[in-house]
């Protein structure tokens, strides 16, 4: 059954550090795993997005990494902002069809002052 | 602006009622989707459309019933909906449904069912 583990479920850091989102997945075939950002209220916003041949991607503060061979993926946030405080989710396609998505159950990461 | 716009943004509806989801994307793209998602809970796939053909149907209950009149446009039609359809509701498109694309979603309708 195809998978995709997130952690840590939770996460509060203090404005200005930095951190590391965790993403584990046993879909196959591999196809892209993609991280998204919702915030509260709102739909998810794409981040990143990267195919077997990439093992980093970066979008401004965010930066992800993915090991096919592990079959992981991690998500590192730079100098953290407030407006940081959100849910990141990361989805794991396998074949060529987006209806092939796998969802993890998301980490929340909260950012005080 | 997301592109990609959701209404209602709040939905309350009793179990015998009948109402209907929209979305509306302004991107051009060619593939829609009808997420669920519930608290606590991963989102969930209910049905995907490319150019106005249904292309996945994630065993969802007939309580739902999907319409795309044409590519920027998708309906969810409801129906005899139970309590525990109550969740956010978001609306997705893409350029293409193979997958390699970024998904862009609307905001959601947050559905109650008293």
Known sequence: KN???????SLIILEGKNCTLQCNYTVSPFSNLRWYKQDTGRGPVSLTIMTFSENTKSNGRYTATLD???????????ASQLSDSAS??????AGTNAGKSTFGDGTTLTVKP | E?????????????????????????LGHNAMYWYK???????????VYSLEERVENNSVPSRFSPECPNSSHL???????????SALYLCASSQDHWGNQPQHFGDGTRLSIL
Do not use: W
């Open chain 1, 3 to 9: 998978q995709v583990e997130q952690s840590p479920q």
């Open chain 1, 68 to 78: 096919a061979d592990t079959k992981q993926s991690s998500l590192h946030i730079t």
């Open chain 1, 88 to 93: 990141y989710i990361c989805v794991v396609s």
């Open chain 2, 2 to 26: 997301t592109g990609v716009t959701q209404t209602p943004r709040h939905l309350v509806m009793g179990m015998t009622n009948k109402k209907s989801l929209k979305c509306e994307q302004h």
């Open chain 2, 37 to 47: 998602q519930s608290a606590k809970k991963p989102l969930e796939l209910m049905f």
């Open chain 2, 75 to 85: 309906f969810l039609h409801l129906h005899t909906l139970q309590p525990e359809d």
